[in-house]
């Protein structure tokens, strides 16, 4: 199989029991494996990915294929639910950044990570696919789901990046819909981002997407926009990776990576271009009787919390506005505004800049 190793990159992260897995979408040709593990015991420069669960569930794109077969075509995120399963969400689409190659409709395939085999596949109904749909980025959700259906009555979300919509997925009735919405749409006036030197463009939609279990409030957000925004579950049930794994206590998990230069084609094979940090004794605040108290200085001072939605705001010191309650810590890690908006039709959210004076994503060869 064709491998060309500037043509790759990890776009999503999660973290077992012992080993970490990683997401390599095939954007564009030269991919082998698009969902990979090291062990959690490889430290240092280069670990040796090992296609998961083996090099049978990566034969797309060669003549022995069959969509039908069990096997992934090109995955951007995966979660692991608590009853230690994997849910790898597959797009179906072969090299999109080159011809779109549409090889396979959309499917997840839930992997038992005792066993290393497919315990469950997913294929979604024609209505809630459209012609240039992509898949990327997925959320389970646990908050209604009851211990003894071992995980199989969870909600999923899932963000359709090119076709602009969320797809909600019920796992225990089997059943799919699919929501739209404007705020989901790219923004053209934000289309180009900067980092350092680099200039690309890029219209995205919604690929940005995040859960709090306790506030039951979904948060996306396209990729070509400067608003974070806020749906609550209910109104969805009738948007690199950052993962806080509850098997790891307070660590964080952050997988960075050079996504500015591999989409311009100018990586350095002599540099790190991806990279996995764990970082330890972070504290949540999420059970704190009162929001944690924030100073809005413009420069960081180490003796004071800093709120850090402030330091990407250009010259919006007003925000956010007396009305709106102060950001929080999730119960998992996320950052998140509470009650943004209680209105579908009327979104509202943090505005910040597209562009980065610093590279803060030095990140595998």
Known sequence: MFYNAENIVATGIEVGYDRIFLATPRLFSGVPATLSSISRDSYGDSPQLEAYPSWSHHRAGTNEYNCSDIGLVSVYRIRIDSCNRLWALDAGVSRSLEDFDITCPPKILIYDLYTNQVVRRIDFPTEVIRGESLFTNIIVDETTSRKENHCDDVFVYITDTVAPGIVVYDSGKDLTWRLSHPAMYPDPDFAESRILEHRFTLMDGVVGLAFDPEAAILYFQPLATDRLLAQDKERVQFAADLRTPDRDGTALYILTSKF????????????????????????????????????????????????????????????????VPRPQFGLNGEIFIPKVNSHFHDFNGLRFPKSLNFNHTTLLH
């Open 260 to 323: 500015h230069r591999f989409y311009l084609k100018n990586l350095d094979a002599n540099e790190v271009n991806t990279r996995i940090l764990r970082i330890d004794g972070v504290n949540f605040y999420s059970k704190q009787p009162h929001p944690y108290n924030y100073e809005p200085v413009a420069i960081i001072e180490k003796t004071k919390p800093i709120n850090p939605f402030f330091v990407l705001n250009s010259g919006e010191k007003t925000f956010p506005p007396p009305h």
